[in-house]
């Protein structure tokens, strides 16, 4: 059974860093891609990045770009995004995602099949 854990949400001041960790377990996740999703209030779930588990090759959002990275670490079985000059526009709660082996990258929250509980990032201005 696939779990996703998501840990390094807080409060931090605008203009902060913050390092986002997910934690995969249940499977070899060979082939799959995780995904960052974001929960903002009122909004919809909105695609951050994504990472090919195999290959390493990231993919973001074009809003996301400059300031956030996807990474991950194959060892430890965990994805990581780095959030920089943080806004009060990136509050919201970030999910880890994981889609199951396909030709392309999910970009949509529909096309991901697992997903964790979620951490919460909140920036103040």
């Known amino acids: 059974q696939v779990q996703l854990v998501e840990s390094g949400g807080e409060l931090v001041q605008a203009g902060g860093s913050l390092r986002l960790s997910c934690a995969a377990s249940?499977?070899?996740?060979?082939?799959?891609?995780m995904g960052w999703f974001r929960r903002a209030p009122g909004k919809e779930r909105e695609f951050v990045a994504a990472?090919?588990?195999?290959?390493?090759?990231?993919y973001y959002a074009d809003s996301m770009k400059g300031r956030f990275t996807i990474s991950r670490d194959n060892a430890k079985n965990t994805i990581y995004l780095q959030m920089n000059s943080l806004k009060p526009e990136d509050t919201a709660v970030y999910y880890c995602?994981?889609?199951?082996?396909?030709?392309?990258?999910?970009?949509?929250?529909?096309?991901?099949?697992?997903w964790g509980q979620g951490t919460q990032v909140t920036v103040s201005s």
């Open positions: 995602s994981a889609q199951t082996p396909r030709l392309r990258v999910g970009i949509r929250a529909s096309e991901y099949d697992y």
């Open positions: 249940g499977r070899t996740f060979s082939g799959y891609t």
């Open positions: 990472i090919r588990w195999n290959s390493g090759n990231t």
